[in-house]
């Protein structure tokens, strides 16, 4: 059966149009058209009303769709985030960390899935991290995400921290192997995460509260207890293992531990470890040189005799590196190999710096500042000279000449054979290190900490580090997806969070559908590799709904 249009004349010449309601038959073996009734004219409010009660009648009778009210028979239950869920629990097994905690803790004899348990704290430290005490309800609002109880999440963290080495050592193993690192060439820096809860000064058992300590807060927050934590990476930005210290542990110490723990722990010696001025000192050169350990270091310039300094850092003898844009020149310093860089543009910068700060300790001296307000400014006290009663400060020119001669320079140590080129690029290398940790303590919120207890502190650190590498890896491949063109990592995971699964209530029949997709997170399931899920996730009925 069908509709068709029927047209008459009228006497004048006009026309008038009707709906009738026909079907095709054979008479004498030749189609014709039969009409089962008239509709209405065309036009005509009443025909409408007709045609319409007909269609629904027509859709209702069908087995293959219904109509359906949408003010009484639509309930939209839930709306839960779905997109990351997706995709990091993807790249989760990828990087083999669901085998990894799988196979190191298959004799536990735990009662619920542990790694899967990790898996929620490592996918809310990625999309939006929460304390462990609002896990319950943040992973009601996750499609896909298993629902654990808070005992669960915290007995997760126990068995983790139990088997720490033996998960550690097959992650850094399995990092270098997955994305093809030659492990000749090994960053490492620091970062400070501060201490905010209560429990640390009231906790019953003092040897369980080692690592929370007093110390130099690089968040510059010197009244709170702190830890400190320690990452290695390859030379291409990949993550590879972590440490976590004590609080009043400096970099000298961390580093030393670093040294002992590649030798022992990692059973690695062929490599070059890099890291910034911070770790040098003389015990640890000479722990190095005994490991048979290469390194590239920063180097204090200060600790440069002042008869020798001018002429060590001078810019007499330069060579330039046009790649870097940097002049360099190689010295021998009491044995020690020494590579002085300058950078014009640098130089600049701290000449322009140094004279603004000079005039705002001029117009400070002006005034009535005492001396404690006046040395609290490590900008402006290097440039006081302080009479023996310590009660005037004045203005030291010799100190600011002297000054200008770190204009532009750093320096490097180093015991391999690498050219200065070589040298210096792997040093800055170390930037993809210092950008890591600001991934580690804002977005995925590393820090502050509210665990007292050490264990937990450790297991919080690990977790955030396998979120760090999850969120790594997902970066490689958006890179190599995009190529040369730029792309904003931020506003692509904002598009993938956008993407929720939605369950609605049609005519007491459950149905689950997705959301649209946004460009960014479209762009995210190519670059892994994996096909969007299907705009109907579910669905109770066996019928297509279909709104008219």
């Known amino acids: 059966m069908f509709i068709r249009k029927s047209t008459a004349k009228n006497k004048d010449g006009t026309q008038r149009v009707y709906f009738q309601l026909a079907e095709s038959i054979r008479i004498n073996g030749k189609p014709r058209n039969r009409v089962l009734c008239n509709l209405g004219r065309a036009g ?7 045609i319409q009660k007909m269609a629904e009648s027509l859709i209702e009778a069908s087995e293959k769709h219904k109509l359906f009210n949408l003010v009484d028979d639509l309930k939209a239950e839930s709306s839960k985030e779905y997109g990351p869920f997706l995709v990091f629990s993807r790249l989760f097994k990828e990087l083999r960390l669901k085998d990894i905690i799988s196979e190191s803790l298959s004799d536990i004899g735990a009662e619920f899935d542990v790694a899967e348990a990790l898996f929620n704290l490592i996918l809310n430290r990625l999309t939006e991290p929460v304390s462990k005490r609002q896990m319950t309800l943040w992973e009601q609002d996750v499609e896909g995400a298993t629902e654990f109880d808070l005992h ?10 139990e088997h720490k080495e033996e998960i550690e050592r097959k992650i850094f193993f399995n990092q270098a192997s997955l994305f093809n690192q030659e492990l000749d060439i090994v960053l490492f820096d620091t970062t400070s995460l501060v201490y905010y809860g209560e429990g640390a000064d009231k906790y019953d058992k003092p040897e369980d509260q080692q690592l929370l300590d007093y110390g130099f807060s690089k968040a510059r927050r010197s009244d709170l207890k702190q830890i400190v934590v320690g990452v290695l990476m390859s030379k291409e930005g990949i993550p590879l293992a972590h440490e976590t210290f004590s609080g009043n542990t400096n970099d000298v110490k961390c580093f030393s531990q670093i040294i002992d723990q590649l030798k022992n722990k990692y059973s690695v010696s062929n490599i070059v470890l890099v ?9 640890n050169i000479k722990e190095l040189e005994s490991s048979k350990l290469k390194y590239i270091l920063g180097y204090r310039m200060r600790t440069i005799s002042k008869e020798e300094r001018k002429d060590v850092l001078s810019q007499a003898n330069l060579r330039k590196l046009k790649s870097l844009e940097l002049q360099f020149k190689e010295v021998d310093y009491r044995g020690q190999r020494l590579i002085v860089c300058y950078n014009e543009k640098r130089a600049e910068k701290d000449q322009a710096f140094r004279e603004r700060e000079v005039e705002k300790l001029k117009e400070k001296l002006k005034g009535t500042k005492s001396i404690k307000q006046l040395i609290s400014n490590p900008h402006h006290r290097k440039y006081l000279k302080i009479n023996d009663e310590k009660s005037k400060a004045t203005l030291d020119l010799k100190k600011v000449e002297e000054d200008a001669l770190y204009d532009g320079v750093f320096v490097l140590t180093t015991n391999t054979r690498l050219s200065c080129l070589q040298v210096v690029e792997r040093y800055k290398d170390l930037w993809q290190i210092e950008a890591g940790f600001r991934q580690l303590k804002s977005e995925l919120q590393m820090g502050p900490i509210y665990h007292h207890k050490d264990k937990r502190i450790r297991a919080h650190v690990m977790i955030c580090f396998m979120a760090f590498c999850i969120r790594v890896a997902l970066y490689k491949k958006l890179k190599q997806y995009f190529k040369k063109e730029s792309f904003s990592l931020t506003q692509l995971q904002r598009d993938l969070k956008a993407l929720h699964a939605i369950e609605l209530t049609v005519d007491k029949q459950k149905i689950k559908l997705r959301t649209e997709l946004k460009e960014g997170a479209n762009h995210i399931f190519r670059a892994i590799g994996m096909r969007p899920p299907n705009r109907v996730l579910h669905s109770e009925a066996g ?4 709104r008219l």
Do not use: C, H
């Not at 669960?152 to 921290?161: C, E, N, S, V």
């Not at 890291?275 to 015990?283: E, P, T």
């Open 44 to 50: 005509d409010e009443a025909t409408q009303v007709k």
């Open 543 to 546: 019928s297509v709904v279909k």
């Open 152 to 161: 669960q999440y915290y007995r997760a963290m126990d068995y983790l921290i």
């Open 275 to 283: 890291g910034d001025r911070g770790m040098i000192s003389k015990s």
